[in-house]
């Protein structure tokens, strides 16, 4: 599938903002941060799942984004998955280029914490 890290990531991000809950369930739920969804995400899978993902949004950015702005195609973004705007400020585009910077930063972190095991052990 073309974007389905795309898909995959989004649906992580309805879970940390509660979007699938029921109304009830929903009014009393604390969504997560952009930054914390990013985090967890990372911390689920690996660095080489982040350098596909980027890839994606990318690719999506740059096929999907038109004088109007960046559109919403299916997939990655269906019924259930077209809610980003409800919860995080700006449009579409805004939304994936921050997350798009927010794995750029997460990245380097966790690469920096990596290396720092071995220049410690040396």
């Not at 389905?4 to 990531?9: A, E, R, S």
């Not at 009830?24 to 914390?36: H, I, M, N, R, V």
């Not at 967890?40 to 690996?46: A, G, P, T």
């Not at 980027?54 to 077209?82: C, W």
Request: net charge negative; hydrophobic share 40%.
């Amino acid at each position: 599938m073309a974007y389905g890290l795309i898909i995959d990531f989004i649906y992580d991000v309805g879970e940390g903002v509660g979007e699938f809950l029921p109304d009830d369930e929903k009014a009393q739920f604390t969504p997560l941060s952009l930054d914390q969804i990013v985090k967890s995400y990372i911390d689920e899978r690996n660095l080489l799942n982040v350098f596909f993902l980027k890839r994606q949004i990318k690719r999506y950015i740059k096929n999907h984004m038109t004088s109007e702005g960046l559109e919403y195609v299916d997939p990655p973004f269906g019924q259930e998955t077209s809610f980003v705007e409800d919860y995080f400020d700006g449009d579409l585009h805004v939304f994936l280029t921050n997350v798009v910077s927010l794995l750029d930063k997460e990245y380097e972190v966790r690469v920096q914490n990596f290396l720092s095991k071995f220049t410690r052990e040396g």
